[in-house]
């Protein structure tokens, strides 16, 4: 029984370093650089080959396995060796990744790591008695949860990683193409189908068809819109108002005009998102900005040259 609840114990800790990898993922790869890897294609490779081997060992250490238990020995003095070496080269302080974001280079990670080594080449050695069937409950309780506890970390890892990379990609924008729709610019009589409330500013027309599981899809998106006290929004269905989809040659659904209150053509396209909807009403609203400061205002005055 003590040998299981030391393969057991062992095997979490090689789970909870693979998992605090995963949990900070670009911080982890980044601290390889000091150990001389210096290309990130390097250090990715390194920190998953890391995380996986740690990994699968400390499922087979927690399952009982002796050829795990000797090899994750092996791996904590590799470990152990690369610190040794970032310590003989002055790295002392510099992040090393071995536990998580937060684990530096110092003589205590070093000694740890050596021990670490010294508990999983003992593990085979640790007398075992026949288990009773509760203890084997027991042993495969603690595998399962420990299972269960890295497939949450791989998770967590894996929506951070998600996260991160849309953070990175450029805002969504909607598909504006000349030709399609309305030219920009131009002023359509489609306004006069709106009733603005006084505080509006724009005016949103959006094309939809009921055969669209797109345009289903975006109805909340609309809807939110609709509550805008700077928008007036309507909606034009493809069969109920066919004239005005021919008469401004709407290409398809889902489509939107953000128009003035005069009827200008601020912007229009196709969109497929809440993000694109909302770009295309923000860059409405730019243009008609620029538009005004464009203009002179009505008391500036004109300087007549001087005559000698």
Known sequence: MLATIADVALGLVLLGSAGAKLAAPARTRAALATFGLRAPRARSLAWGAAVAAEALLGVGVAAGIDAAAWAAAGLMLAFAALLARALRAGKAGQPCGCLGARSRVTRGALARTLALAAAYAALPLVPDTDPSTDAWLAAGLGVALAAIAALALLL?????????????????????????????????????????????????????????????????????????????????????????????????????????????????????????????????????????????????????????
């Open 156 to 308: 967590l890892a894996l929506a951070r990683e998600v996260g991160e990379l849309r953070r990175a990609l450029p805002p969504q924008l909607p598909l504006e193409i000349d030709g399609e729709g309305p030219a920009r610019g131009s002023r359509v009589a489609l306004i006069e189908r709106f009733v603005p409330q006084p505080s509006a500013r724009h005016a949103l027309a959006v094309f939809s068809s009921e055969g669209c599981p797109m345009c289903q899809a975006l109805e909340p998106a609309v809807a939110a819109l609709r509550r805008d006290p700077l928008l007036a929004v309507e909606v034009f269905d493809e069969v109920e108002d066919q004239a005005v989809w021919r008469a401004l040659a709407i290409p398809g659904s889902p489509y939107a005009l953000v128009l003035s209150l005069d009827g200008t053509v601020l912007a229009q396209g196709t969109f497929n998102s809440a993000r694109q909807l909302e770009a295309l009403v923000a860059t409405g609203e730019a243009r008609q900005r620029e538009e005004r400061e464009r203009e002179p205002g009505p008391d500036a005055e004109r300087r007549e040259p001087a005559h000698a």
